[in-house]
């Protein structure tokens, strides 16, 4: 996972954040998101916990579809984001693709 970095090269950290930080990705969403003012303990609950609080700040939030968006396109594993949680983003991808 960790590598040498040969601080010589034109782009020495180029692909190995993996895509998370990409220059032409506008992040701008995510200061109108509600769960930034929020604990976020409630997105991202034990295993087993309730996602109801954290579902129900989503259903109020204008930057729902950016947030699920993102999720989806980073392969999000933990937490509740766009209001849905990892299940139910893999059956939404699903869903979607069939579609496609």
């Not at 034109?10 to 993996?18: R, T, V």
Request: with cysteine.
């Amino acid at each position: 996972m960790w590598g040498v970095v040969d601080d010589s090269a034109d782009e020495p950290l180029n692909g190995l954040l993996w895509g998370l930080f990409r220059p032409d990705e506008d992040l701008s969403w995510q200061h109108k998101a509600l769960c930034s003012q929020t604990d976020p303990e409630a997105f991202f609950p034990e295993k087993g916990g309730s996602t109801r609080d954290a579902k129900r700040v989503c259903a109020q939030c204008e930057v729902r579809q950016q947030c699920l968006q993102w999720a989806i396109e980073h392969d999000e594993r933990f937490g509740i984001w766009g209001g849905l949680s990892e299940r139910e983003r893999r059956r939404y991808k699903k869903e979607h693709k069939e579609r496609a």
